[in-house]
């Protein structure tokens, strides 16, 4: 079946730190990449996502980009700031005839960001 | 700015009471999804509607939950009888069924179970 991987945290970071979230996954054919975002005390919120392969999703100066050949999907910010202290998930989508479309979240990571 | 609402946002129950959790999804979605977040089993997807018909809902157990979409603008989750251990965060979300359709998720319904 369907599984995505992501690096375990807490991720701790000073303020203007490059940050990275690695993620794998495996899954038959070709599936859709995203990036969640959950803030504390809030529900997920779409951060980024591919479509197709060596597609790079981008936004609020995060970007990730689809990589078929490593299954991956890697998460980067080149400068970080406290207020992207939050928990992130990858997640991969693909229909499956029957069952409908189904997202397969990673355990999330989550990510602290200090003064 | 279209949003997926849920209510209540947080419950506070004694085991045995029934638990009704409502859901709004976005004006047009065609899916709904509910989810549950936990510490030790992180994001779960209990069941999963297209056009108000289940799709799925191996995830959900069986003997004491129940998901329904009594209208195109309502989804609601029921525990009955709740147990501690169903003490979670438990999501929806809303999407538009394209076959590489984003989801949209609700604040959360934040349940305590004692």
């Known amino acids: 079946g369907n599984s995505v991987t992501q690096m375990e945290g807490p991720v701790t970071l000073s303020e203007e730190a490059f940050l990275t979230i690695n993620c794998t996954y495996t899954?038959?054919?070709?599936?859709?990449l995203f990036w969640y975002v959950q803030y504390p005390g809030e529900g997920l919120q779409l951060l980024l996502k591919a479509t197709k392969a060596d597609d790079k999703g981008s936004n609020k100066g995060f970007e990730a980009t689809y990589r078929k050949e490593t299954t991956s999907f890697h998460l980067e910010k080149g400068s970080v700031q406290v207020s992207d202290s939050a928990v992130y998930f990858c997640a991969l989508i693909q229909q499956i005839k029957a069952a409908g479309n189904k997202l397969t979240f990673g355990g999330g990571t989550r990510v602290l960001v200090k003064p | 700015d279209a949003r997926v609402t849920q209510t209540p946002r947080h419950k506070v129950t004694e085991m045995g009471q029934e638990v009704t959790m409502r859901c709004q999804p976005i004006l047009g979605h065609n899916t709904v999804f509910w989810y549950r977040q936990t510490m030790m089993q992180g994001l779960e997807l209990l069941a999963y509607?297209?056009?108000?018909?289940?799709?799925?809902d191996s995830g959900m157990p069986k003997d004491r939950f129940s998901a329904e979409m009594p209208d195109a603008t309502l989804a609601t989750l029921k525990i009955q009888p709740s147990e501690p251990r169903d003490s979670a965060v438990y999501f929806c979300?809303?999407?538009?069924?394209?076959?590489?359709?984003?989801?949209?998720f609700g604040p959360g319904t934040r349940l305590l179970v004692l």
């Open positions: 899954a038959t054919g070709y599936p859709s």
């Open positions: 979300a809303s999407g538009s069924g394209t076959s590489q359709e984003t989801q949209y």
């Open positions: 509607f297209r056009n108000r018909a289940p799709l799925d």
